[in-house]
């Protein structure tokens, strides 16, 4: 694999252009946008406070960045250098800002959630949807981008509003059988909305375009419930994790369970592989330690190297007990992610934080398990083919896919990573860095 230079940039703001050809990249109250290839700066920008959001438009032709703290954001375009948006929400506040799917409208929340405010930057016109409501994933667009669902709290009572984003009217505006909605989310296909309860009561409402109540499922009750939501890029799927541990699929046809994936804490499935992460550190021998030998600049004598075996079954899996008088105990599943070909189904258990599960959706069974050494931090699927990447926050980046896994080494601590034709790694939280690979 071949490594690029180190770039610096805070609060992990990186992200690349939704056509592939530029890396924007934020110090500070900078913004830095890269040719993608040849990672020369094409243009340099420079923001009234410290950037806290950046996002590209959907043809990449702007980029938004959004300072909370100030209620600020600015927005600047690629093709004319000169040309650039102030907006300023004021005493109202800013607590979101986002691109609408067309690139030319720019939705804020302001505070409290009082209102979003939709601004044009064709028109220079300006929209307000009062009573959004404040919650995990309280708004979403359709794939196509013909759609958004915001959900609402009215008279002490969960709504969704669905609104036609071509003139922001509204289309359709029905109550929802929820308590406390937490939050909801688009099929891939744009044909079904997902609506979730909050982890007090496990519901989950499926809905048409039109408001109709297409099925509603529930799992028990008396405890606490949902923790995630998946759907399968086919929309045939609708994965649930909860604090019960497991996950369960929901099909597309009738809407009821199709299994149920359990994490136990022994494996003994044969058709499951479990590959563990092994280190061990390289040995410096004495001409390695002559004064006269050269050590390139940022290396170590002693650094360690890592690799997986894979164990035999059964095998025990580490568990972190959760602190039962602390909120949000680390308890049940909080990541999945299928791969783009809805083949594989990837999740990870709180109270199991080195371990990776990778679940084959054909059989509808486990198929591998990545046991870590250290807390597992960010792990996604690479767009075009069925391979995951994960991270631990040590200097090494992860690679799964159906004929194995591989440990690669790289120039700094991984937070985080991202696909695109290569991947980057993030460092460390403050003033970091990111280094692009060629796979």
């Avoid at 509603?216 to 759907?231: E, H, P, R």
């Avoid at 080494?409 to 980057?424: L, R, T, Y």
């Amino acid at each position: 694999m071949n490594f690029s230079e180190v770039f610096r940039h805070t609060n992990q703001l990186c992200r690349v252009s939704p056509d592939g050809k530029c890396l924007a990249t934020c110090v500070q109250y900078r913004l830095v946008v890269r040719n993608i290839n040849t990672l020369q700066i094409l243009h340099l920008y420079t923001c009234l406070d410290q950037i806290a959001h950046v996002e590209w438009s959907s043809d990449s032709q702007f980029i938004l960045c959004a300072m909370y703290k100030r209620g600020l954001v600015q927005v600047w375009s690629l093709e004319q250098p000169d040309w650039h948006c102030k907006i300023d929400e004021g005493s109202a506040g800013l607590v979101s800002s986002r691109w609408s799917p067309d690139g030319r409208h720019v939705l804020n929340t302001t505070e409290f959630h009082l209102r979003v405010t939709v601004w044009s930057l064709c028109s220079k016109s300006v929209s307000y949807i009062k009573y959004p409501k404040a919650c995990q994933k309280g708004l979403d667009f359709s794939r196509d981008g013909r759609y958004m669902a915001l959900a609402e709290r009215r008279d002490c009572k969960d709504h969704i509003s669905v609104f036609v984003c071509e003139d922001w009217q509204l289309l359709r505006h029905f109550e929802t059988d929820t308590q406390d909605l937490s939050g909801v989310e688009w099929s891939p296909n744009g044909c079904v909305l997902a609506v979730w309860d909050s982890c007090l009561e496990y519901k989950v409402l499926l809905y048409s375009l039109d408001g109709r109540l297409l099925s509603t499922y529930s799992a028990y009750g008396w405890s606490l419930g949902i923790k995630s939501i998946a759907w399968s890029p086919s929309s045939q799927f609708l994965a649930i994790g909860s604090y019960d541990e497991k996950v369960r699929i929901l099909n597309h046809i009738t809407w009821k369970k199709l299994t149920e994936f359990e994490h136990p804490v022994s494996i003994s499935d044969s058709r499951a592989v479990v590959y563990r992460e092994m280190e061990r550190r390289a040995v410096a021998g004495s001409d390695d330690l002559s004064i006269h030998h050269q050590i390139p600049a940022g290396t170590s004598l002693f650094s360690t190297q890592s690799k997986y075996e894979i164990c035999e079954l059964p095998i025990y899996v580490p568990i972190v007990k959760p602190d039962p008088d602390r909120a949000n105990p680390k308890i049940g599943v909080s990541t999945m992610a299928f791969s783009s070909d809805s083949r594989y189904l990837a999740t990870k258990n709180d109270n199991m934080p080195n371990n990776v599960w990778v679940w084959d959706m054909q059989r509808l069974c486990l198929l591998a398990v990545l046991e870590q050494r250290a807390p597992v931090r960010c792990f996604q699927w690479d767009p075009r083919r069925p391979r995951l990447a994960l991270c631990t926050g040590s200097t090494k980046v992860f690679l799964w896919s159906p004929g194995g896994c591989l440990s690669v080494q790289v120039p700094a601590e991984g937070k985080g990573c991202m696909w695109h034709h290569w991947w980057g790694v993030r460092t460390a939280p403050g003033d970091t860095k990111i280094s692009k690979i060629s796979v």
